[in-house]
């Protein structure tokens, strides 16, 4: 069974350009994570989708970061314009539904902003 | 709110020798407790979880964990290490009647030496 993909592994971008990351999940799982992973520190959730849904956005900075899951499958994660404070790794991870399920987590993007 | 604090960000071991990583949580509510290992350039991989019932909980690759309630620790443990245990490990928390939102520590680079 395939895990969760990512792409790309690595982007490096000029601040104030647009980037775009993308997750496929595991087949079957309904529920969506995207992490946001600074240098030494834990993952931080940034939205969480039940199917197409989003259903928990709280953490996602709205005025450059947006998401997509529109056929409740893969999704995407854009932020436009990047600022140097934006370099980091982004995870997704993908479970059967929330609560006490294992969340499954690709490799992450690293992205870092010159 | 809740809070994961992982008490040491470095630990160093020899090989075969025992091991312990410790993870203090803070929670008004009922808990869900998850350890996860991130190797390098790889995402997160479950070890183990609580959620209920024997507060001993055995993962995989000969990791476990207790549950103390009153001392809300939730500290990993192998009695002897590999090479390949060499890695960054996660505590994280959710509340039992949450849908998935993982609260995690700022994680504990396990380093073995030969």
């Known amino acids: 069974e395939a895990g969760v993909v990512q792409s790309p592994r690595y982007k490096i971008i000029e601040k104030k350009q647009p980037v775009a990351f993308w997750c496929n999940p595991i087949s079957g799982h309904n529920t969506l994570y995207w992490y946001l992973q600074n240098l030494g520190q834990g993952p931080e959730l940034l939205i969480r989708?039940?199917?197409?849904?989003?259903?928990?956005d709280s953490q996602l900075p709205k005025d450059r970061f947006s998401a997509e899951r529109l056929k409740g499958v893969d999704s995407t994660l854009k932020i436009q314009p990047a600022e140097l404070g934006d370099s980091a790794v982004y995870l997704c991870a993908s479970s059967l539904r929330g609560g006490d399920n294992e969340q499954f987590f690709g490799p992450g993007t690293r992205l870092t902003v010159l | 709110a809740q809070s994961v604090t992982q008490l040491d960000s470095q630990v160093p071991v020899f090989e075969e020798a025992p091991v312990e990583l410790r993870c203090n949580y803070s929670?008004?509510?009922?808990?869900?407790l998850f350890w996860y290992v991130q190797y390098p350039n790889q995402g997160l991989q479950l070890l183990l979880k609580?959620?209920?019932?024997?507060?001993l909980v055995k993962g995989i690759n000969g990791f476990e964990a207790e549950f103390n309630k009153s001392q809300t620790s939730f500290h990993l443990r192998k009695p002897s290490v590999h090479i390949s245990d060499t890695a960054e490990y996660f505590c994280?928390?959710?509340?039992?009647?949450?849908?998935?939102?993982?609260?995690f520590g700022q994680g504990t680079t396990l380093q073995v030496k030969p």
């Open positions: 609580y959620l209920s019932g024997s507060t």
């Open positions: 994280a928390v959710t509340s039992s009647g949450n849908t998935g939102k993982l609260i």
């Open positions: 929670s008004s509510v009922s808990v869900y």
């Open positions: 989708y039940e199917n197409e849904e989003a259903v928990d």
